[in-house]
């Protein structure tokens, strides 16, 4: 079968189609290859709007990788539009029938990570109220989350019920931001929210709120 019967049967509504062709533009597996990303793009969604779990998770994919690329403080507002993105594709993943569980283990991650990494960039631009909305969706919140959430709530209501509320959160995970780490290297806005949860409490403890 040639290029040209392929495309003509993705267009017509093929959904291997539309996949055998967003794969032979992502082939060369170099994620940092932005034209085959783009070009891949429309197919994996054409084919996630026709139903295709592997269509919605590939453009999930590509998502967050131009969500990552874009996670730069000037370039923020586009990388939650990306991650916004990752948060529609996934969703659709939730809706289909017959998901074997390593994908959808995989998509309720990627779920969310993506509401985590909105809530960060919205931080970053001071709006803190929409950072708590995303965080808010998030049910099993773990250390960064909980970093995050409390960092939110100091900003939204710096007086000393804030504080206090804050400090319960903070608290609760205080041994694990005074020996984090991160995973490998950790990105110059991962270092900032870390350095501004010692810094809250730090504030924390020498205003006596604890």
């Known amino acids: 079968m040639t290029i040209e019967e392929i495309i003509k049967k993705a267009i017509a509504g093929d959904v291997n189609a539309m996949i055998i062709i967003g794969d032979s533009y992502a082939s060369d597996g170099d994620i940092t290859?932005?034209?085959?990303?783009?070009?891949?793009?429309p197919w994996y969604e054409r084919a996630a709007d026709a139903g295709s779990c592997y269509g919605a998770m590939q453009a999930a994919l590509i998502y967050k990788i131009f969500a990552i690329a874009s996670e730069k403080i000037p370039?923020?507002?586009?990388?939650?539009?990306?991650?916004?993105?990752?948060?529609?594709?996934?969703?659709?993943?939730?809706k289909m029938r017959d998901i074997d569980k390593d994908t959808m283990?995989?998509?309720?991650?990627?779920?969310?990570?993506a509401h985590y990494k909105v809530a960060r960039c919205y931080y970053i631009l001071q709006e803190y109220g929409m950072g708590m909305i995303y965080l808010?969706?998030?049910?099993?919140m773990g250390f960064e989350e909980k970093l995050l959430k409390g960092l939110c709530e100091y900003r939204i209501d710096e007086n000393e019920t804030g504080w206090r509320k804050t400090y319960r959160l903070l608290y609760s995970i205080e041994k694990q931001v005074l020996t984090y780490n991160g995973?490998?290297?950790?990105?110059?806005?991962?270092?900032m929210i870390?350095?501004?949860g010692y810094i809250v409490l730090s504030h924390i403890y020498y205003f006596g709120l604890g």
């Open 75 to 94: 370039d923020l507002k586009g990388a939650i539009a990306e991650y916004e993105k990752v948060i529609e594709m996934t969703d659709r993943v939730f």
């Open 105 to 113: 283990l995989s998509a309720k991650e990627d779920h969310i990570k």
């Open 136 to 140: 808010n969706s998030i049910e099993d």
């Open 33 to 41: 290859n932005y034209d085959s990303m783009i070009n891949a793009l």
């Open 183 to 191: 995973k490998g290297n950790m990105s110059f806005l991962e270092q």
């Open 194 to 196: 870390l350095a501004q």
